[in-house]
């Protein structure tokens, strides 16, 4: 994408800490790429105040401020946002005409459904080597197993709400009707001036 547009900039957005986009640069600096990095979240990380790269206002990906260009990324994110915010954040792209990336972990397949219910083993398992390590944390994960059931119950909301590609280009219809709106509004505009200079 970065080579197809030409650019050496993104904005990752829903960034959270910001530690996955630290693996993508590293994947990106194999290809020979090294892009400039603006990371922005809704709630900015606490670390975004001792990073350079972390842009430190709240940032909604419906509503990226114009001054963010650059090819945009959403890392585990897009599956947080229902139909009619997913289709804002489409729109909001398209209107700025800026590239924009949806990378999701997950899927709604029956088997990704199904792998869900091992989840509370990847809780259970470690749960003894997790340091530094608390009788809390111990009670919530065996006694009364809160944490693997919570990590289960993310994980399996995480796949049923995750957009199927048939579904993410039924969100990017309406881009089409943003490019009309614009047209209409740029042809009313040059039709008023040019009624000002005729009159
Ligand atoms: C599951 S975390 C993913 C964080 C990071 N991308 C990662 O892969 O680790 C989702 C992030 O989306 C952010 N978020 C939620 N709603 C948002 C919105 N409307 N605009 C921008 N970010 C949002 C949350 O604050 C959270 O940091």
Not at 63 to 74: D, E, F
Not at 76 to 83: I, K, L, T, Y
Not at 92 to 110: L, V
Request: with cysteine.
């Amino acid at each position: 994408m970065l080579n197809e547009c030409g650019g050496d900039r993104i904005v990752d957005i829903g960034s959270g800490s910001g530690r996955p986009m630290q693996l993508v640069l590293t994947e990106l600096a194999k290809l020979g790429l090294r892009p400039q990095v603006t990371l922005t979240d809704l709630y900015p990380s606490p670390e975004a105040d001792s990073s350079p790269d972390y842009w430190p206002e709240p940032v909604c990906a419906t509503n990226v401020p114009p001054v963010l260009r650059g090819v945009r990324t959403l890392f585990a994110c897009f599956h947080h946002f229902n139909p009619p915010m997913a289709r804002a954040v489409f729109r909001d792209a398209f209107a700025q005409r800026q590239p924009i990336c949806i990378f999701e972990a997950t899927s709604r397949t029956p088997p990704a459904i199904a792998a869900a219910f091992a989840i509370p083993f990847f809780v259970l398992l470690p749960a003894p080597r997790v340091r530094p390590l608390s009788s809390s944390q111990i009670g919530l994960t065996y006694l009364v197993p809160i944490m693997p059931l919570l990590a289960l119950w993310d994980g399996l909301v995480s796949r049923l709400r995750t957009y199927s590609i048939v579904e993410l280009q039924a969100l990017t219809r309406d881009c089409a009707e943003v490019s009309a709106g614009a047209l209409q509004h740029f042809l009313s505009a040059w039709f008023a001036a040019l009624g000002e200079k005729l009159a």
